[in-house]
């Protein structure tokens, strides 16, 4: 249980131990690994956003010198429905096609043949040599169109899950999720305000600045390895196995270092392929995306649209929602609509709700997770209409958010009673902000949003070496994204009682560590954190009992105190005592390395409250928006390394800015994306952007020896509703659709929408 | 309902509403407040409050 005390470690911000090799080009990501007789591997993409696979002829690629191999959907086997493992997979079987097309293919880009050659130039001139022959039918490109009634249909066989009944027809609508409580109508009959409105928000990438990039070789047994960028080494072994056919213990997965992953990096693309060309080649085959394959054939998450109605009583107690969310799942089923419902009203106690979601095909990539998924577009139309309502009450609206706050013991939308939660402490603390009492710059809007997300934890395996010299080294499995070797050597450091300096992070491939889950859900540092702490836990029982048969004592007359093992209180011995690297000197003679384990499944995440206040202005004649100001306030449970904490609540904010006022992806009627680069593509960078300024608040969660919770995501949940709130205040009128984008403000600002 | 650990209340909700257990099952679960994301030998009290929910994800 997490409870005051002094932490010596656990806290400060010494310097990232990855952060030379970083800088430097030391540090080897995707596209880096190098083996002696290497080929490259090239993809051939649709050109059609929906079509027919009638017939693929490989022949003329092979024929051409410098090539040796091809695959199309044909070559790998076939797999049935299931869970794919990781986070937002989906159906394994769904996921196989989205790596290579078998029958039908269900955006522009997807992959539908693959080559591999002794040189990228000449994998591309096979590209061009590979015969398709396609039926194109027409592209279901809005949630609108796929809503149709007479919509054409992306999965003949999908008969919307989760009704009361089956429906006897298909439909786009892959399943609907209820969620509900309390009388609605009921309270909507009796409320003194409503507040109605209808939200969009744009389909958007996670923008990883690295692009996927794998290397795989396969031996004589039929075993394959595998270097890729990955948050989720042992996912994507999973994944690889079942796609390819193979045994999980035949393939190894090796994680580079990772250039942004954003929940983007949780589900193979490439890696299946490779295998399969270096299984055919007998060679060790390269294959790295271009940005314009990252955009079309990779993440993105769901556009969209989200109806909700809002009642409240005069004095701003908020007394019911109902609400109806659709989200572009992409060509296959998975859009994440669930969290987007079981998250949206988290920040308050609101006895009434009718939350309906629907998950719906369209003819664009299939969605993966991005940071707290589903979460920021059903807050964003949340957290609009609470700003509505706080304009029409003429009160403050974070006073209006603590008439209204979730508290400990207050029962989640989601089900559970919430524990000890941050979110009151958030809004006193933003209200209490600078940036919320200084005076509104002149015509600036100020925008105020409340965020959550709820963190998971899940299995996690840590082993801790202590070397003959008392220094440590932690194997763990997790790709270090956020920082976590930091962490890792910090909560080991406050476990043990050892300087920070001692002790190195190693990251594991997926045969020489225990399985862990994926860098993400906000996880590793929580789950992966307590698998490191009860590992050093472990070297200290063994420590203590060393230095108990070393002094001839009793192992409970022992304790370990600032990293030594002392007599415990009360026990009179004449001894020195004994420090780790003491311990370590002598381990020969008492039994052996030192060597600490641990592997567990993790519950008890805690849950990650947050409030975002901006201050932004918008240039009437051209439609701009400045970001004067922008502060993120959340809630960590606690801190491990302050400077990482307050690096993902800015880079949530960053991304969230950047999807509030520009991200968005653009289709054209034949269903290819016309902003398929980084120049169309508008991300923040650092010249658009004040600084950001983060607060953490500690309310320790008790479920973790230093009461972390995660905050990788709840970052990137409320950006979206105070820039639009802020954007709103500056022009006078209620913006409901994201991106607030220069063309759409100015069109909305000269009244013509 | 009264259940002695995780499963039991598995047992006695099929027993009750058929093919309820079976469907929670497939669901996390929230013991007095704490998620379990893949259950099988969890415990209960007297009073446990417990709740089914869809498996959490994340990125």
């Keep these: ?753 | 309902m009264q259940a002695s650990d995780y499963r039991d209340l598995l047992r006695k909700l099929n027993a009750q509403h058929p093919g309820l257990g079976d469907a929670a099952a497939e669901l996390a679960v929230a013991i007095d407040g704490l998620i379990y994301q893949e259950p099988l030998l969890e415990t209960l009290n007297a009073d446990s409050e417990v709740a089914f929910l869809p498996r959490i994800e994340g990125g």
């Excluded at chain 1, 022949?59 to 797999?79: C, K, R, T």
């Excluded at chain 1, 240039?619 to 701009?624: F, L, S, Y």
């Design chain 1, 1 to 753: 249980m997490a409870e005051a005390r002094d932490l010596k470690y656990v806290g400060t911000r010494p310097v990232r131990p990855d952060g030379v090799d970083k800088v430097t080009g030391r540090a080897l990501y995707g596209a880096d690994q190098t083996l002696p007789n290497m080929i490259y591997g090239q993809v051939l993409r649709s050109p059609h956003a929906h079509a027919r696979i009638k017939a693929i002829d490989l022949a003329p690629a092979l024929a051409i010198a410098g090539v040796f191999a091809a695959v199309s959907g044909a070559d790998f086997p076939a797999v049935a429905d299931g869970e794919i493992g990781g986070e937002g997979g989906g159906n394994v079987a769904d996921v196989a096609r989205n790596v290579m097309a078998r029958d039908k293919v269900v955006y522009h880009g997807q992959a539908v043949a693959a080559v591999a050659a002794k040189s990228n130039a000449i994998a591309r001139a096979a590209l061009q040599a590979i015969v398709v022959e396609y039926e194109p039918l027409p592209p279901v490109l809005s949630l609108t169109a796929a809503l149709a009634e007479d919509a054409p249909l992306l999965d003949e066989q999908c008969f919307t899950k989760g009704l009361s009944e089956t429906p006897s027809t298909p439909s786009n609508v892959a399943s609907v999720v209820n969620l509900a409580r309390g009388d609605v109508d009921a309270a909507f009959a009796e409320a003194d305000h409503i507040v109605e409105r209808e939200y969009e928000v744009a389909m958007a990438h996670q923008g990883y600045i690295e692009p996927h990039a794998c290397t795989a070789t396969v031996n004589e047994a039929g075993e394959a390895t595998v270097w890729c960028c990955t948050q989720a080494p042992f996912e994507f072994r999973s994944q690889t196995a079942k796609i390819t056919g193979m045994r999980v213990g035949d393939v190894k997965v090796v994680s580079s270092e990772i250039g942004g992953g954003f929940g983007g990096k949780t589900v193979v693309y490439l890696e299946p392929v490779a295998v399969l060309l270096s299984r055919k080649a007998g060679r060790p085959v390269k294959m790295a995306m271009s940005r314009e394959d990252v955009f079309r054939a990779t993440g993105p998450t769901s556009g969209t649209r989200v109806k909700l109605k809002l009642a409240a009583t005069g004095s701003g107690r908020i007394t019911a929602v109902d609400a109806q969310l659709w989200y572009e799942a992409g060509g296959y089923a998975g859009a994440p609509v669930g969290p987007g419902c079981m998250s949206m009203l988290a920040p308050y106690q609101i006895e009434n709700f009718r939350l309906r979601g629907h998950d719906v095909l369209v003819n664009k990539p299939k969605v993966a997770a991005y940071r707290a998924p589903g979460a920021p577009q059903s807050v964003h139309a949340m957290e609009s209409a609470v700003d509505e309502l706080a304009l029409k009450l003429d009160m403050d609206p974070i006073d209006l958010r603590l008439a209204n706050v979730a508290e400990e013991g207050t029962q989640a939308p989601y089900g559970p009673k919430f524990g000890p939660i941050g979110m009151r402490a958030c809004l006193e603390a933003a209200k209490a902000h600078p940036n919320y009492t200084r005076a509104l710059p002149e015509g600036a809007g100020r925008g105020v949003s409340a965020a959550f997300w709820f963190n998971v934890g899940g299995e996690s395996s840590a082993e801790v070496h202590v070397n003959e010299d008392g220094t440590v080294t932690v194997v763990e499995g997790n790709p270090d994204i956020g920082g976590s070797r930091a962490s890792m050597c910090l909560m080991t450091a406050e476990t043990l009682g050892i300087p920070y300096e001692n002790i190195k992070a190693l990251i594991s491939d997926t045969q020489t560590g225990g399985y862990t889950m994926v860098t993400g859900g906000s996880r590793t540092t929580f789950a992966t954190g307590l698998a490191v702490i009860r590992a050093c836990e472990d070297i200290i029982a063994q420590c203590k009992a060393r230095a108990a048969a070393t002094w001839e004592l009793d192992e409970d007359q022992v304790d370990w105190v600032d990293g030594e093992a002392v007599p415990a209180a009360g026990v009179n011995a004449d001894v020195q005592p004994l420090s780790l690297a003491d311990i370590a000197k002598n381990a020969s003679r008492t039994g052996g390395p030192l060597l600490g384990r641990a592997s567990l499944n993790a519950s008890g995440a805690g849950p990650s409250f947050a409030v975002c206040l901006s201050d932004v202005r918008v240039d009437p004649e051209t439609g701009h928006t400045e970001v004067l100001s922008f502060t993120g306030i959340q809630d960590a449970g606690k801190a491990i390394h302050p400077d990482y904490v307050e690096g993902q609540i800015q880079g949530g904010a960053v991304q969230g800015i950047g999807w509030a006022l520009n991200e968005e992806y653009i289709y054209g009627d034949d269903g290819v994306l016309q902003n398929a680069g980084f120049l169309d593509y508008r991300i923040p960078v650092a010249s658009d952007l004040p600084m950001i300024d983060a607060t953490i608040v500690e309310v320790p969660n008790p479920t973790h020896p230093y009461g972390v919770r995660g905050v990788g995501e709840t970052g990137i949940v409320g950006p979206l509703a105070a820039i639009a709130n802020a954007v709103s205040r500056s022009v006078g009128q209620r913006m409901t659709d994201l991106p607030l984008s220069p063309p759409r403000l100015l069109a909305a600002i000269d009244g013509d929408t």
